[in-house]
């Protein structure tokens, strides 16, 4: 069996690409997987080192014209089957999320098998754009991209009930062909052998963007040093590569002369020093503000496995699956007091934050990768055989 994957792929940095390396590289150790990837922008390749792999082709450039290069590739392949990963503005702007589903068409009219994994259910209610009449034409244009997809595909994924509820229940989707496979969870690393920093230690995960309420967390955290003034917090994460301009820089102006010797941006960093990060870090939070996007968080699969408590918005990608008060706690998402008053309770009371963390950890423990490519697998083969 040989499946052609079709994603972006790192060093490109979007969840997409960083999911996608996970999962591919699990399932390449029992399938023959190709992967029909980006091409690399000039500032990629020059902070890439990147070693050639024939199981990576990189043929394509995010923009209109992408599914062409994409059907071409597939079918050099001579793949059995076409595993699609689909997000919002993957692939391009939104000319080219509408010509998404035509790619589908081509494979459905040359016969080739599609699955397509669905990264985010957008709301129908969504309020995208401030002008109305521009906002009503981009709902109008994800309902017939949702649709299409559904209509087309042989087969679709998505990662958890929320998600199937909401095409059903918003976009009247029959589900019969959806398949649910969580978001594969990383295993935490080895702690190295140094003892931890006395002073308590905030870590926030994650891309810095505009809807990530980084300057919420910011406001929170100075509101929290009233409760623990020697407290740091540290930011991990850069910009996303699909955002035209760097946010980082802007996110460091939030700081006040408070909270400047306090507040760290790592920018991105390896996965070892990463992990360590994560057993340094006493809490975590995972901030959004975008309540229209029913999806998984892949940091939050990121820092399940270390046993931390984890504080996290009150969005979907978050309430999907875990219970307030029993896996996290759920704090509103534009709320920089009631976040502050989280982080307080939390450290006063050192039963519930092992409490949270290892509640967390045990819930998400049958989410390996290892198991969520075990499941894939199953479904080409389910898939091949019908």
Same mark, same amino acid.
Not at 235 to 246: C, L, R, Y
Not at 290 to 294: A, F, I, L, S, T
Not at 299 to 312: E, H, I, S
């Given at each position: 069996m040989k499946v052609c994957a079709v994603t972006t792929w790192p060093p490109h940095r979007d969840g997409v690409a960083l999911y996608s390396s996970d999962l591919y590289n699990q399932i390449a150790e029992s399938v023959d997987i190709v992967v029909v990837a980006n091409t690399l922008t000039q500032k990629e390749l020059s902070k890439s080192s990147e070693k050639k792999d024939d199981a990576v082709l990189r043929c394509w450039r995010r923009g209109p014209w992408f599914l062409f290069d994409v059907f071409r590739s597939v079918f050099k392949t001579r793949a059995n089957a076409v595993h699609l990963q689909h997000g919002w503005l993957l692939y391009g702007g939104c000319i080219s999320s509408i010509f998404f589903p035509v790619l589908l068409l081509f494979f459905r009219i040359s016969r $080739?098998?599609?699955?397509?994994?669905?990264?985010?259910?957008?709301?129908k209610d969504a309020q995208l754009y401030k002008n109305s009449v521009v906002n009503f034409l981009a709902r109008m244009a994800v309902l017939f991209v949702l649709k299409s997809i559904v209509k087309v595909a042989d087969r679709m994924i998505v990662h958890n009930p929320l998600m199937i509820e909401t095409?059903? *229940?918003e976009y009247g989707v029959k589900v019969e062909k959806i398949a649910i496979i969580p978001h594969g969870v990383k295993s935490a690393c080895n702690p190295e052998t140094s003892q931890k920093e006395k002073e308590v230690s905030i870590m926030s995960l994650g891309f810095l963007r505009k809807g990530k309420g980084i300057? /919420?967390?910011i406001?929170?955290?100075e509101k929290f040093l009233e409760t623990c003034p020697d407290a740091k917090l540290i930011?991990?994460?850069?910009?996303?590569?699909?955002? $035209? $301009?760097?946010k980082s820089e802007r996110f460091r102006h939030l700081l006040t002369p408070r909270t400047q010797e306090q507040v760290l941006f790592t920018g991105f960093v390896d996965e070892n020093r990463l992990g360590q990060l994560v057993w340094d870090s006493d809490i975590i939070v995972l901030q959004s503000t975008?309540? /229209? /996007?029913?999806e998984a968080s892949g940091?939050?699969?990121?820092?399940?496995?270390?046993? *931390?408590?984890?504080?996290?918005s009150k969005v979907p990608k978050f309430q999907s699956e875990l219970q307030n008060k029993e896996h996290y706690l759920a704090v509103a998402s534009s709320d920089s007091m009631e976040l502050a008053q989280a982080l307080a309770l939390l450290m006063k009371d050192e039963e519930l934050r092992n409490r949270l963390g290892e509640n967390l950890r045990q819930e998400m423990k049958n989410r390996r990768w290892s198991t969520v490519a075990a499941e894939h697998i199953k479904l080409y083969k389910q898939l091949l055989k019908s």
């Open positions: $080739k098998p599609c699955i397509v994994t669905l990264h985010t259910v957008i709301r095409l059903q *229940k300057g /919420y967390l406001e929170a955290f930011i991990v994460g850069g910009s996303h590569a699909h955002d $035209k $301009k760097d975008e309540p /229209y /996007y029913v940091a939050l699969a990121t820092v399940a496995d270390y046993g *931390k408590p984890v504080v996290c």
